[in-house]
């Protein structure tokens, strides 16, 4: 079957009747190595939200992805805006799609969350956030300036 997704990493639900958005390899943890940690995205905007909520989420692309979070995952939010990476955070819950549909709402869609692909969150360490010179260095790089946001073990920062 041939559609002008096949350089998208997509799958079509037949259920549903939609194509999905999948991640590319490339922003994938290969499969010999060990999750580690997780980086979350944010901006200033969403950022008082997620802390707020104790709810980190990404788009629906990384929903698979972040079902492989376990609690007592070490966790890190990255502002973008700023360009500074906080944490150090711990999931206290499995990851999992919509845990709060309420959280960052799409105004297209009420009741939908923009970021379905959500963990509970605690903070496990307060730590002065790392500008990105100080954390750029560790992390895999597959597309320029973006970086993969699983992290394996020996990835996760210790510098905190």
């Given at each position: 079957?041939?559609?002008?997704?096949?350089?998208?990493?997509?799958?079509?639900?037949?259920?549903?009747?939609?194509?999905?958005?999948?991640?590319?390899?490339?922003?994938?943890?290969?499969?010999?190595?060990?999750?580690?940690?997780?980086?979350?995205?944010?901006?200033?905007?969403?950022?008082?939200?997620?802390?707020?909520?104790q709810l980190f989420g990404l788009p629906q692309k990384?929903?698979?992805?972040?079902?492989?979070?376990t609690p007592g995952l070490p966790l890190f939010l990255?502002?973008?805006?700023?360009?500074?990476?906080?944490?150090?955070?711990?999931?206290?819950?499995?990851?999992?799609?919509?845990?709060?549909?309420?959280?960052?709402?799409?105004?297209?869609?009420?009741?939908?969350?923009?970021?379905?692909?959500?963990?509970?969150?605690?903070?496990?360490?307060?730590?002065?956030?790392?500008?990105?010179?100080?954390?750029?260095?560790?992390?895999?790089?597959?597309?320029?300036?973006?970086?993969?946001?699983?992290?394996?073990?020996?990835?996760?920062?210790?510098?905190?």
């Amino acid at each position: 079957m041939s559609s002008s997704h096949d350089n998208d990493y997509c799958y079509y639900n037949k259920q549903q009747q939609v194509w999905h958005k999948t991640l590319p390899q490339a922003e994938m943890l290969p499969r010999n190595e060990v999750l580690g940690g997780y980086i979350f995205v944010c901006n200033n905007e969403t950022m008082q939200e997620d802390l707020h909520r104790q709810l980190f989420g990404l788009p629906q692309k990384y929903k698979d992805s972040v079902r492989a979070i376990t609690p007592g995952l070490p966790l890190f939010l990255y502002n973008y805006t700023a360009h500074q990476l906080h944490g150090v955070f711990q999931a206290v819950s499995f990851g999992g799609s919509n845990i709060d549909p309420t959280a960052w709402e799409d105004k297209k869609s009420k009741g939908e969350s923009r970021f379905p692909a959500q963990v509970r969150i605690r903070a496990k360490e307060r730590c002065k956030p790392l500008e990105e010179d100080a954390f750029r260095p560790i992390l895999y790089h597959y597309d320029g300036p973006k970086f993969r946001l699983q992290l394996s073990v020996p990835e996760v920062p210790t510098s905190y």
